[in-house]
């Protein structure tokens, strides 16, 4: 058996290449920028009147007293004015292009009006209230970097530069596969012996949250049945997800028949609580890659955060963030194995803070719906109250 930290790295040395494809900008949130964006031209690309008021010329300015004809009216979406003569001005809406000649706009507000004849009553700056050509980026300079993840702040951004089709990281085709003769469907009334399937759906709905496309497919534990199926299915997808069978039962058929279809296990076992009998492996030819977790709830669902959601990142070429929560109370890891504690976190005035929530094991799906994320204690670990521990997040918690 290995270290969490040797199958850790073990998994992150097999990304795939899936390359990348262009999509449209409606479609593209969530997903991970494989370009560099360029600035197309200066943001702003013109001074713009970050007010609505009147634009004048500062040095035309000499007391408070003097009257500013109007001439004209700026509007947002219309070609630049000209201001013509040091007793005039020009209305200016916020948006609008700083006429020629004028370098200030006043406000409204610091301003009083009589019939078109304008006087300003308040201190005026030069240069106030206009937002100056590419004072936020000059034309060719790099917006957004490649590896970059979409949120809607990049969207914005790839609009603002006319990016209708924008080149993403492909994601790889998923199989979710469930095993277990004991498994029936979310509608089915089971049986005493009998549990509804759970981890499938799970993964489903984390791999949803990846944009990742999945499909659901189920095996039962008969060898020949099983063999048939992950044939097919490494042919047809990049990633096969399954949960079960990979246990020392003698009806966990999983790992020869993976060994039987040329998968090549890079490892099988690992010193760790929950997610022990987790299989990895590689088939060279279909470029495909298999994460088998051991079928129990909690067991699935640490193992798919601790690993798939960092191989998927190196994958599309992105980093896993790296966070730490201040531990509430002290806590003893007695094994040789790495474990992983659910947790619920608070947000103090010091910063995040975790407290163990006690389960019955793995298989204790109900717990999850309480936990905020796993913290991570190596072998034999004495973790005193208050000092920073890894935490993986399970659920958003901002
Ligand atoms: P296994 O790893 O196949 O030995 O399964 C371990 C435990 O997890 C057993 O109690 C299974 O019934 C349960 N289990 C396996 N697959 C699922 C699943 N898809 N949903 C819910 N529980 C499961
Ligand atoms: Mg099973």
Redesign the pocket.
């Known amino acids: 058996m290995i270290s969490f930290e040797e199958a850790f790295q073990k998994v992150m040395d097999n990304p795939l290449d899936l390359g990348n494809e262009k999509i449209h900008l409606d479609q593209c949130m969530g997903r991970i920028l494989a370009e560099t964006i360029i600035a197309d031209r200066d943001f702003p690309p013109f001074d713009r009147a970050t007010k609505d008021g009147i634009a004048i010329r500062f040095d035309a300015l000499k007391s408070s007293e003097q009257e500013f004809k109007v001439v004209g009216v700026a509007q947002a979406g219309s070609p630049q004015l000209t201001l013509e003569g040091d007793s005039n001005c020009i209305e200016i809406m916020t948006g609008a292009m700083v006429p020629k000649n004028a370098d200030t706009v006043v406000m409204y507000e610091h301003t009083n009006r009589k019939g078109d004849i304008f006087t300003i009553h308040k201190t005026v700056n030069k240069g106030q209230d206009i937002h100056y050509q590419a004072s936020d980026i000059a034309k060719n300079g790099a917006l957004l970097q490649e590896g970059t993840k979409i949120t809607p702040a990049e969207i914005g951004v790839l609009a603002s530069v006319g990016k209708s089709e924008v080149l993403v990281k492909k994601s790889p085709k998923v199989a979710v596969v469930?095993?277990?003769n004991?498994?029936v469907d979310v509608h089915e009334i089971p049986e005493p012996y009998q549990?509804r399937?759970?981890?499938?759906h799970t993964l489903m709905a984390l791999l949803e949250k990846e944009h990742v496309k999945a499909s659901l497919f189920h095996l039962v534990d008969e060898p020949n049945a099983i063999k048939e199926t992950l044939k097919k299915l490494l042919g047809q997808f990049d990633v096969l997800l399954l949960?079960?069978?990979?246990?020392k039962?003698k009806y966990?058929f999983l790992p020869e028949v993976f060994d039987s279809l040329g998968v090549e296990k890079v490892f099988h076992r690992v010193l760790q609580r929950p997610g022990k009998p987790f299989w990895f492996g590689r088939h060279a030819g279909h470029h495909s890659i298999v994460f088998s977790f051991?079928?129990?709830?909690v067991s699935t669902f640490v193992n798919y955060h601790t690993y798939f959601k960092p191989w998927l990142n190196k994958t599309l070429g992105t980093d896993t963030p790296h966070f730490t929560v201040i531990l509430e109370e002290a806590l003893t890891n007695q094994t040789d194995l790495s474990i992983f504690v659910g947790v619920a976190v608070k947000f103090k005035e010091s910063g995040l803070y975790a407290k163990s929530l006690s389960t019955s094991g793995s298989?204790d799906l109900a717990s999850l719906a309480q936990v905020d994320g796993f913290i991570q204690l190596g072998p034999y670990e004495e973790a005193k109250k208050g000092i920073n521990v890894p935490f993986i997040p399970t659920r958003s918690i901002i």
């Open positions: 469930s095993t277990g004991e498994l549990i399937k759970s981890n499938s949960s079960g069978g990979v246990s039962g966990d051991p079928g129990n709830p298989g």
